[in-house]
């Protein structure tokens, strides 16, 4: 069956970095489309970043210029650079595959203190 395992989140000060990564098994990776979602307490889960098969981005008008989506077809793997992090970054950050359906990771929280 399809498998995402997302790494790669913690704690940071505000202006720092992190780099999420998402490993994707079970399926053709380079057919699918990948994107990073976040939900914060409170809050319906939002679209980040999304990268098709073909390597075209597209991001949230908040992160755009800030977070970076890539993907590595050897490695069957998803990254999310975010740069100049800030408090209302925080949140558990979700990876989704898009392959027929779509297929979530279980989440990997991200924390940006002020």
């Known amino acids: 069956q399809v498998q995402l395992v997302e790494s790669g989140g913690g704690l940071v000060q505000a202006g720092g970095s992190l780099r999420l990564s998402c490993a994707v098994s079970?399926?053709?990776?380079?057919?699918?489309?990948m994107s990073w979602y976040r939900q914060a307490p409170g809050k319906t889960r939002e679209l980040v970043a999304v990268i098709n098969r073909g390597g075209t981005t597209d991001y949230a008008g908040s992160v755009k210029g800030r977070f970076t989506i890539s993907r590595d077809n050897a490695k069957n793997t998803v990254y999310l650079q975010m740069t100049s992090l800030r408090p209302e970054d925080t949140a558990v950050y979700f990876c989704?595959?898009?392959?027929?359906?779509?297929?979530w990771g279980q989440g990997t929280q991200v924390t940006v203190s002020s």
């Open positions: 079970g399926t053709t990776f380079s057919s699918a489309a």
């Open positions: 989704n595959c898009f392959i027929f359906r779509d297929y």
